[in-house]
């Protein structure tokens, strides 16, 4: 397998030489009008529009046109949007795929070497409409409103101080129990995006008498601690949509343990977490319960703490091994490492001794916590007993624009200058008739 070292997210400032504004295209050129505008609307404007958290704006051509030679550079390097699954391997079908195509990212080579025309102003498709949907994303694909909106108190991130944390404690303040459909997590402001390196929603609550799914799951087929975590939630990591009759439990008296990892900048930001739940209808009892698991590569020493061993000016390799312990569909793959991050695979090793690589990210990029949410249809379904192996690279040399110190050993820690890894997984435990039924269906020939 090979790797490629990060791509660094370096702050976009490079403007075109002096031309006209109005260029005209040759026949053969693309334009900003017919071929860049539809491209733009499709991957670029949620986030590249005023009031949100990217540095400019590219909804017309004339906020476009100064940035040209540098949307080229970032869409032919594939650091934006930002996207950094490995399209030769694994899984290629995803429900919230950020990514150009090939024949996009030429058709914008094509019109920034022709001179970036504008092209026949007729030819603009239609604006793009931006609901007033209070923010929430999920608000937009749900088509509702959030059912609750949880909120942690303020926090205010001192100016050029070293990482903090808070872990205050909400209650959700239900009085049955709920079956969550989706759950969608933000900073309460753009601001607090700067300083916010990521939250966490633990969730307290007694489930001694807790209502089962349809499909009640093993509490030895569950990895420990999958149920106390509700959402987490970093950079281009938003939300968590589980599949049709799948969803997470809340109790009476549940109360939400957040975990604030903050890191400053040049001036004081204050924020808090803000999550979004969206629920079943009331008496509506999902199929399967939907667990989000911290699937790590180190070992667990003596203190129940992990560790890592990376010595300077080295690429350093870990790896985890995680076994089901009932069959089960994999929702999604999110790596999560610092600054020395490197690469992050997840390969199924099955009963029958074969291997099934799920996903590899080649060029992480700890600028962009990116989640990869599997199509319905592609998201794998694994027997009784599959190992899911986690390997992680991480790059403590010169090699890597990221390190802030490639001469210094780094070990396990929660500091951005420390390094840790591990995927955060949704897992949805199936029965075995289920998975039969699936096997049999996609005649996977799989052996148990």
Sequence with gaps: MRLTPGLALATLGVFLAAGSTFAQATNSSPTFTKDIAPILQEKCQDCHRPGQTAPMSLLTYQDARPWARDIKKRVVQRTMPPWFIDKTVGIQHFQNDLSLSDDQIATIVKWVDAGAPQGNPKDMPAAKVFPDDGGWKLAKVLGRQPDIVLEGPDYTVKANYQDQWDRPITDVGLTEPRWVRAVEMRPSNLEARKVFH????????????????????????????????????????????????????LMPGAKIRWEYHTHSTDHDITGHPQLAVYLYPKGETPKYRTFLAFLGTSRIGPDFIPVLDIRPNTVEESEGFHVLGAPARLENFQPHMHLRGKAMSMEAILPDGSTQMLSYVGDFNFNWMTNYIYSDEDAPVLPKGTVIHIKAWHDNTNDNPNNPNPGAWVGYGDRTVDEMAHAWVNVTYISDDDYKAWAAKHKTGRGE
């Design 198 to 249: 990521h939250l966490i929603a633990y969730l307290y609550q007694d489930e001694t008498n807790a209502p089962q799914a349809q499909v009640p799951v093993a509490k030895d087929a569950v990895f420990p601690g999958a149920g106390a975590i509700l959402m987490e939630w970093a950079v281009n990591k938003n939300y968590d949509i589980y599949r049709e009759g799948t969803g997470k439990l």
